[in-house]
């Protein structure tokens, strides 16, 4: 019963590396959603996927791409690391027909040097 | 846009002594509010949530109350326990969304409880 997956666990750039954040669910949740916490600052989105097919911008989306790969799948991508991006990212799934009880994955550390 | 507010930012307690953590949300179209815990070295888990229609909601030894005039909420945990000790979130839904897709989850800035023994 794996819930919400994310690899790696930890990562470290340097400024202008690219890389990919892996997400994977298998509770068949339609909704997936990446975000970031940050000291004293709470977890805020990033981007988000309502079903298959689509995403959304979050409230920060810049220098993020993401993909829906399949309803099981769902990927974070930063083209150019920047020290500003150092955080820990956090993916989470939804059930429940109104977007409620958010499922977190374990989090994935992220440093930019 | 929604804003919540959560305080403390950080609050200490003595095992057996309750703890209580307080948020104001700003747009009074929120309907839904969850609690998340989260653990060092975790993800968020959701712990108890309650809905605009009703005012208080318990689970053991947990419990939310919703003011909707005043528009704030807490979260009460009695007879704290060390394993109590962690972040806590509390959040609203906001009635509009990014993109236009409503229902999405705005937390406030957490809480780190610490329980000691």
């Known amino acids: 019963n794996a819930g919400v997956t994310q690899t790696p666990k930890f990562q470290v750039l340097k400024t202008g590396q690219s890389m990919t954040l892996q997400c994977a669910q298998d509770m068949n949740h339609n909704s997936m959603y990446w975000y970031r916490q940050d000291p004293g600052m709470g977890l805020r989105l990033i981007y988000y996927s309502a079903s298959e097919g689509t995403t959304d911008k979050g409230e920060v989306p810049n220098g993020y791409n993401v993909s829906r790969l399949n309803k099981r799948e769902f990927s974070l991508r930063l083209e150019s690391a920047a020290p500003s991006q150092t955080s820990v990212y956090f993916c989470a799934s939804i059930e429940g027909q109104f977007r409620e009880k958010l499922f977190f994955g374990s989090g994935t550390q992220l440093s930019v040097l | 846009g929604e804003n919540v507010e959560q305080h403390p930012s950080t609050l200490s307690v003595q095992e057996g002594d309750s703890a209580v953590i307080k948020c104001t949300y700003s747009?009074?179209?929120?309907?839904?509010f969850p609690w998340y815990k989260q653990e060092l070295g975790k993800g968020p888990q959701l712990i108890i949530d309650i809905r605009s229609n009703v005012g208080e909601k318990k689970d053991q030894r947990i419990a939310v109350t919703l003011n909707k005039t005043a528009k704030h909420f807490s979260l009460h945990i009695t007879e704290t326990q060390p394993e109590d000790s962690a972040v806590y979130f509390c959040a609203a839904t906001a009635s509009w969304g990014y993109g236009g897709s409503q229902g999405n989850l705005i937390f406030g800035k957490g809480t780190k409880l610490s329980v000691k023994p």
């Open positions: 747009d009074s179209a929120s309907n839904y």
